[in-house]
């Protein structure tokens, strides 16, 4: 299946759309032109970008109200936090400190700036 990525008139994403890969494929080569030329007659829509379900191009599998960054030729999620970068490399966004590697569950919180466990038993 192909997966295509529908943008805003600032590249977010509004929804991605699937395709057959028979409808974007010529003897055996994936062309994206060919799905975004289908995709912009059928929804009279003209911003379209493939995404990769596997992450395999584009950073990541594009999302409602991700970002497509063109420069970087990547999908962006939203930030999660103020305090978190994007890395540069991956197009992931980073927290301040890292993640605890002690087998535990953590969640952020950004009044504190510091991961905090999270507490299954009550």
Avoid at 34 to 40: A, H, P, Q, T, V
Avoid at 63 to 73: S, V
Avoid at 86 to 95: A, G, I, M, P, R
Wanted: hydrophobic share 35%; glycine share 4%.
């Amino acid at each position: 299946m192909a997966h295509f990525a529908k943008l805003d008139e600032n590249n977010f994403v509004l929804e991605v759309i699937v395709l057959d890969n028979y409808m974007i494929t010529v003897n055996g080569v994936e062309i994206e032109q060919k799905g975004i030329d289908f995709l912009s007659q059928l929804y009279n829509h003209n911003n379209w970008k493939q995404t990769s379900y596997n992450n395999k191009f584009r950073k990541k599998y594009a999302g409602k109200g991700y970002y497509y960054d063109i420069i970087r030729d990547a999908f962006i999620e939203p930030k999660p936090f103020p305090s978190w970068t994007l890395n540069e490399q991956s197009c992931l966004w980073q927290s301040p400190i890292p993640y605890p590697n002690d087998g535990k569950m953590y969640t952020w919180n950004e009044d504190i700036g510091n991961w905090e466990e999270i507490n299954l038993t009550r």
